[in-house]
């Protein structure tokens, strides 16, 4: 579920608890969380809107718009979809930010990432990639998926697919202007690691 930057101050704050989508299929689930600019949202219920007249003018501004008419012209005049109300509040910053930021990590943590990495290696039915992939993103800070995938001869999918899991542990983050580059600890981690 895509928000649109302008609202997500306004979630953080709590002013804006609900969204209105038209789906073929919901893209959250309810007790499901979704990451966002700001952190996480918990999804406390997604319903279906089966008239678009019980929608109220105050349901429509909790969801940040400023009347019911443009919240209808938002949602369109395509019959295509279902109109689903979307029910959530801020749950806090997302960990994989604090883990990006953790360093001095300690003889047993470093050990933790070294086998959660070999793990992934061991998975892959490619050569092992962990290490290969955070130094090139170390060289080249900022280089797009497709041409760092070129670079391990890998596609762009696969390749966005394994800096995810590098991602999930807090090695690497992605740069507004687009690319990828290793956080304090992936910095940490490569150095400590490539040492040894």
């Known amino acids: 579920m895509l928000i649109k930057h302008h609202l997500l101050k306004r979630i953080a704050d709590g002013s804006v608890t609900l969204a209105f989508r038209r789906w073929k299929r919901p893209t959250v689930k309810t007790g499901g969380q979704l990451r966002t600019a700001i952190g996480l949202l918990a999804i406390d219920a997604v319903t279906i809107v089966g008239n678009l007249d019980e929608i109220t003018e105050e349901a429509a501004q909790k969801a940040g718009y400023a009347s ?8 369109g005049k395509s019959e295509e ?5 979307i029910e959530f509040h801020f749950a806090g910053q997302d960990p994989r930010d604090m883990l990006r930021e953790q360093v001095n990590l300690t003889e047993d943590e470093l050990a933790e990432v070294r086998q959660t990495l070999t793990r ?9 990639w962990t290490m290969t992939v955070l130094r090139l993103i170390k060289q080249y800070p900022g280089l797009y998926a497709k041409e760092l995938a070129a670079l391990v001869s890998l596609e762009t999918q696969a ?38």
């Open 68 to 75: 019911y008419s443009e919240l209808l012209q938002a949602l």
């Open 81 to 85: 979809g279902v109109v689903y109300r």
């Open 120 to 128: 992934l290696d061991l998975k892959s039915q490619d050569d092992p």
């Open 159 to 196: 390749l966005k697919a394994k800096v995810r899991k590098l991602k999930e542990m807090g090695l690497t983050e992605s740069i507004a202007r687009g690319g990828y580059q290793l956080s304090p600890r992936g910095c940490e981690v490569l150095d400590r690691l490539d040492s040894d």
